[in-house]
T-cell receptor, first 111, second 116 residues
Framework: KQEVTQIPAALSVPEGENLVLNCSFTDSAIYNLQWFRQDPGKGLTSLLLIQSSQREQTSGRLNASLDKSSGRSTLYIAASQPGDSATYLC??????????FGSGTRLQVQP | EPEVTQTPSHQVTQMGQEVILRCVPISNHLYFYWYRQILGQKVEFLVSFYNNEISEKSEIFDDQFSVERPDGSNFTLKIRSTKLEDSAMYFC??????????????FGPGTRLLVL
């Protein structure tokens, strides 16, 4: 059974810092991995999707990497801004089955 | 860009009442899903649906839950007799070809259900 773990559970940084969020998964036979953003009480916004054959994806200040063999992904946020404050969720797709989500990292960027 | 839509956005109901949550998946998608997120907890899978039948369900998806595709566009989740612990955000998703030419799941905005 796929298990997804995210570390840290919460993070508070001053504005402008670069930061790394971590995601690990137990079964490396994945189809893809997605990073989502969730604002309090709101839905899921897809940020980046990395296919199993890819090593990384970039979108603006966000960069996600994937190391399938070690069961890890990282989300790198450059030059963080207060508007980046949210919960970041990692989800693993093992095919046409359901996504398995981590518990998320709650990020607070202090102005 | 096509998107998954869900109605209502919020619903308040009394314990024991039936609720139906509605979703309109992206039109050419074939796989549909319901997930839920209890406040402060993980997003959890409930059920997947393909070719007009359930293809997989979690242990959460007991006899109180049912899904249906009543017509060619809607996908519904029914909770027959709601319990307090059914209070959660319910997300619908559909799966199809995304950017890069590979399949991925697209999520709706969610329905927040509150059972009193």
């Amino acid at each position: 059974k796929q298990e997804v773990t995210q570390i840290p559970a919460a993070l508070s940084v001053p504005e402008g810092e670069n930061l790394v969020l971590n995601c690990s998964f137990t079964d490396s036979a994945i189809y893809n991995l997605q990073w989502f953003r969730q604002d309090p009480g709101k839905g899921l916004t897809s940020l980046l999707l990395i296919q199993s054959s890819q090593r990384e994806q970039t979108s603006g200040r966000l960069n996600a990497s994937l190391d399938k063999s070690s069961g890890r992904s990282t989300l790198y946020i450059a030059a963080s801004q207060p508007g980046d404050s949210a919960t970041y969720l990692c989800a693993v797709d093992t095919g046409r089955r359901a996504l398995t989500f981590g518990s998320g990292t709650r990020l607070q960027v202090q102005p | 860009e096509p998107e998954v839509t869900q109605t209502p956005s919020h619903q308040v109901t009394q314990m024991g009442q039936e609720v139906i949550l509605r979703c309109v998946p992206i039109s050419n998608h074939l796989y549909f899903y319901w997930y839920r997120q209890i406040l402060g907890q993980k997003v959890e899978f409930l059920v997947s649906f393909y070719n007009n039948e359930i293809s997989e369900k979690s242990e959460i998806f007991d006899d109180q839950f049912s899904v249906e595709r009543p017509d060619g566009s809607n996908f519904t989740l029914k909770i027959r007799s709601t319990k307090l612990e059914d209070s959660a955000m319910y997300f619908c998703a559909s799966r199809g070809i995304g950017t890069g030419g590979r399949e991925t799941q697209y999520f709706g905005p969610g329905t927040r259900l509150l059972v009193l």
